[in-house]
């Protein structure tokens, strides 16, 4: 049977079909939905970790008792769980494991651009890459088997392209394999100094044996029959160059297998063509590899380092005609905001009015960074407002009665709690705001540990945001409303002016989620509307300026009535 699906669900099918007993991940932007649709096989148990560390050490703990286990992170989720990935290369697994890691070229969602190639060769452990939704699913079971038969770990990228396109996948049956029976063994397993030197000559030795596989798996393919042009290329870049080059026009290496490359493979087909031309998103690993074996090739010549490839791209790179794709007629620019009701919204008001200085993290609330609001100042990582609050308060004396930290509830749980342990251990009077809207929103609406449910939706332990910051040893702990605006500023003024750390719990469940009941849409009175634009000022996609008054969308607006706390008119009214 085939059919359509996502780059993500091919994999979670192949992880399905390969008898994978274990899904552990944190969900992040390419890569959430490979757990996601992973969740709709029975046979898997899928959970979400509190972060990626947890997450691949879950999985090792599968691995460990003998079965095949998996986790999935976006591409700086790989940072997270680098400290795993390092020693897991010399301890090796027992059932098979793979490590999914979505890159995002471009940053459609993320902080920053990362080719998490380079990681494979660090860590020393073999990375494959689709090109497709069906190659997707039939590599994860090459992937299982490379990493039962070599005792390593697999890293398996894939980028936000591939991911998220569709194209025809043939199931097949599930084959459940025989669980590896565990065996204690601490020369392999306990990773002291005396028995990790003793794995770093087996590491190196595997590495050689994995590039004779893949000189001659098949895992990397030659098509095409051209003898002037040859063109090594990868995953979705593979498709780009396809459908640029017909097969006598270009003698194509696709690379599936990033590390270790195919050395003999790939001086075999340089002398096969006349020009050998590397197409690679990212960094030039392919290109600088095969420099090193003495061969003349081009790359970064013809392209950019930076963001993502087309056919377009391709084509021009070569000096090569293509229709032009249709462009659509100009539309006027759409930039993300936070949604109408959104709970964060009131409170980023506030913060905006009082001038106060943001540390920021990740999450729906780094859209409180644009204007009108303009209440951030900074962004960094997962974790990092928590941590960063309290270097710039303990490095700048008086700091602490304008600055604060904003954290949504699950990066808090991610990595804010070490954060805010510090500011408790080392002594700094700081005033951090935890958004709990009651869910993972930025990834769509995943569950974490302080919403009660895991993720089949199934009633789960509930973390006590209050009881956990007073454990750490924050005495100073209150929870407001974020739709109410004086409750926000009193609190925050309270706050900044104590004499010890605290902690301010911004509480109102995201507005679109399922279980929300949201009252009528707000109307303005266009009588008693005097032009001053406060309102605006919210930045709410529900408000407009029309005619010379505002004017609230019914269709858009949820009726939290922060903007009637900002009317001196009282000319926006609940209801029609």
């Given at each position: 049977?085939?059919?359509?699906?996502?780059?993500?669900?091919?994999?979670?099918?192949?992880?399905?079909?390969?008898?994978?007993?274990?899904?552990?991940?944190?969900?992040?932007?390419?890569?959430?939905?490979?757990?996601?649709?992973?969740?709709?096989?029975?046979?898997?148990?899928?959970?979400?970790?509190?972060?990626?560390?947890?997450?691949?050490?879950?999985?090792?703990?599968?691995?460990?008792?003998?079965?095949?286990?998996?986790?999935?992170?976006?591409?700086?989720?790989?940072?997270?769980?680098?400290?795993?990935?390092?020693?897991?290369?010399?301890?090796?697994?027992?059932?098979?494991?793979i490590?999914?890691?979505?890159?995002?070229?471009?940053?459609?969602?993320?902080?920053?651009?990362?080719?998490?190639?380079?990681?494979?060769?660090?860590?020393?452990?073999?990375?494959?890459?689709?090109?497709?939704?069906?190659?997707?699913?039939?590599?994860?079971?090459?992937?299982?088997?490379?990493?039962?038969?070599?005792?390593?770990p697999?890293?398996?990228?894939?980028?936000?392209?591939?991911?998220?396109?569709?194209?025809?996948?043939?199931?097949?049956?599930?084959?459940?394999?025989?669980?590896?029976?565990?065996?204690?063994?601490?020369?392999?397993?306990?990773?002291?100094?005396?028995?990790?030197?003793?794995?770093?000559?087996?590491?190196?030795?595997?590495?050689?044996?994995?590039?004779?596989?893949?000189?001659?798996?098949?895992?990397?393919?030659?098509?095409?029959?051209?003898?002037?042009?040859?063109?090594?290329?990868?995953?979705?870049?593979?498709?780009?160059?396809?459908?640029?080059?017909?097969?006598?026009?270009?003698?194509?290496?696709?690379?599936?297998?990033?590390?270790?490359?195919?050395?003999?493979?790939?001086?075999d087909?340089?002398?096969?063509?006349?020009?050998?031309?590397?197409?690679?998103?990212?960094?030039?690993?392919i290109?600088?590899?095969?420099?090193?074996?003495?061969?003349?090739?081009?790359?970064?010549n013809?392209?950019?380092?930076?963001?993502?490839?087309?056919?377009?791209?391709?084509?021009?790179?070569?000096g090569?005609?293509?229709?032009?794709?249709?462009?659509?007629?100009?539309?006027?620019?759409?930039?993300?905001?936070?949604?109408?009701?959104?709970?964060?919204?009131?409170?980023?008001?506030?913060?905006?009015?009082?001038?106060?200085?943001?540390?920021?993290d990740?999450?729906?609330?780094?859209?409180?960074?644009?204007?009108?609001?303009?209440?951030?100042?900074?962004?960094?990582?997962?974790?990092?407002?928590?941590?960063?609050?309290?270097?710039?308060?303990?490095?700048?004396?008086?700091?602490?009665?304008?600055?604060?930290?904003?954290?949504?509830?699950?990066?808090?749980?991610?990595?804010?709690?070490?954060?805010?342990?510090?500011?408790?251990?080392?002594?700094?009077?700081?005033?951090?705001?935890?958004?709990?809207?009651?869910?993972?929103?930025?990834?769509?609406h995943?569950?974490?540990?302080?919403?009660?449910?895991?993720?089949?939706?199934?009633?789960?332990a509930?973390?006590?945001?209050?009881?956990?910051?007073?454990?750490?040893?924050i005495?100073?702990?209150?929870?407001?409303?974020?739709?109410?605006?004086?409750?926000?500023?009193?609190?925050?003024?309270?706050?900044?002016?104590?004499?010890?750390?605290?902690?301010?719990?911004?509480?109102?469940?995201?507005?679109?989620?399922?279980?929300?009941?949201?009252?009528?849409?707000?109307?303005?009175?266009?009588?008693k509307?005097?032009?001053?634009?406060?309102?605006?000022?919210?930045?709410?996609?529900?408000?407009?300026?029309?005619?010379?008054?505002a004017?609230?969308?019914?269709?858009l607006?949820?009726?939290?009535?922060?903007?009637?706390?900002?009317?001196?008119?009282?000319?926006?009214?609940?209801?029609?």
């Amino acid at each position: 049977m085939k059919r359509l699906m996502l780059g993500n669900e091919g994999i979670a099918r192949g992880l399905y079909e390969a008898g994978c007993e274990l899904v552990s991940s944190y969900p992040g932007t390419p890569s959430t939905e490979i757990t996601e649709f992973a969740a709709k096989y029975a046979e898997i148990d899928c959970e979400w970790a509190p972060n990626e560390k947890v997450a691949l050490e879950t999985a090792f703990g599968a691995s460990l008792a003998g079965h095949r286990a998996a986790c999935a992170m976006k591409h700086v989720g790989l940072n997270v769980a680098a400290d795993p990935l390092f020693t897991l290369s010399y301890t090796g697994i027992n059932g098979g494991l793979i490590i999914f890691v979505a890159d995002d070229p471009a940053m459609h969602s993320s902080q920053n651009e990362q080719d998490s190639r380079n990681y494979a060769i660090a860590s020393k452990i073999p990375m494959f890459e689709p090109s497709d939704s069906d190659e997707a699913r039939r590599m994860v079971h090459t992937a299982y088997e490379v990493s039962e038969k070599f005792d390593t770990p697999v890293l398996f990228r894939i980028c936000t392209r591939a991911a998220h396109s569709q194209s025809l996948v043939t199931e097949e049956d599930r084959r459940e394999p025989v669980a590896v029976p565990y065996e204690k063994k601490p020369a392999k397993y306990v990773m002291m100094p005396g028995y990790a030197k003793l794995k770093h000559p087996i590491v190196e030795e595997r590495t050689q044996r994995l590039t004779d596989y893949a000189n001659n798996s098949g895992i990397n393919e030659i098509s095409g029959t051209s003898e002037e042009l040859g063109i090594i290329t990868s995953g979705i870049c593979y498709q780009y160059v396809r459908e640029t080059f017909s097969e006598d026009e270009a003698k194509v290496l696709k690379i599936g297998m990033h590390n270790p490359l195919p050395t003999e493979l790939i001086k075999d087909f340089a002398s096969s063509v006349k020009r050998v031309v590397v197409v690679e998103e990212l960094d030039d690993i392919i290109e600088k590899h095969c420099k090193a074996l003495g061969l003349e090739v081009e790359g970064r010549n013809l392209f950019s380092p930076i963001g993502e490839y087309s056919q377009q791209t391709v084509a021009k790179a070569f000096g090569k005609a293509l229709p032009e794709a249709h462009a659509p007629e100009a539309l006027p620019a759409r930039p993300p905001v936070m949604c109408s009701g959104c709970p964060h919204r009131g409170l980023f008001y506030v913060i905006s009015k009082m001038k106060l200085t943001v540390l920021g993290d990740i999450g729906c609330y780094t859209l409180g960074a644009q204007k009108p609001l303009d209440a951030l100042d900074s962004v960094l990582c997962m974790g990092a407002s928590v941590s960063g609050l309290h270097g710039f308060v303990k490095s700048t004396p008086g700091s602490e009665k304008k600055t604060v930290a904003v954290i949504g509830d699950s990066t808090f749980m991610h990595s804010g709690m070490t954060g805010l342990c510090n500011i408790a251990y080392n002594g700094t009077n700081s005033t951090v705001l935890i958004l709990d809207n009651s869910i993972t929103g930025m990834t769509g609406h995943q569950q974490n540990p302080t919403t009660g449910f895991n993720l089949r939706g199934e009633p789960a332990a509930k973390i006590d945001l209050e009881a956990l910051c007073r454990a750490l040893g924050i005495n100073r702990v209150r929870v407001i409303d974020p739709y109410n605006l004086d409750e926000c500023k009193t609190a925050l003024t309270e706050e900044l002016a104590a004499d010890e750390p605290s902690v301010i719990i911004s509480r109102r469940p995201c507005v679109l989620l399922k279980s929300v009941k949201t009252p009528p849409a707000m109307h303005v009175d266009s009588d008693k509307c005097r032009s001053c634009r406060r309102c605006m000022g919210l930045g709410c996609p529900s408000l407009s300026f029309k005619e010379g008054k505002a004017v609230i969308d019914s269709t858009l607006c949820t009726g939290c009535g922060v903007c009637a706390q900002l009317c001196a008119f009282d000319a926006i009214k609940e209801g029609n």
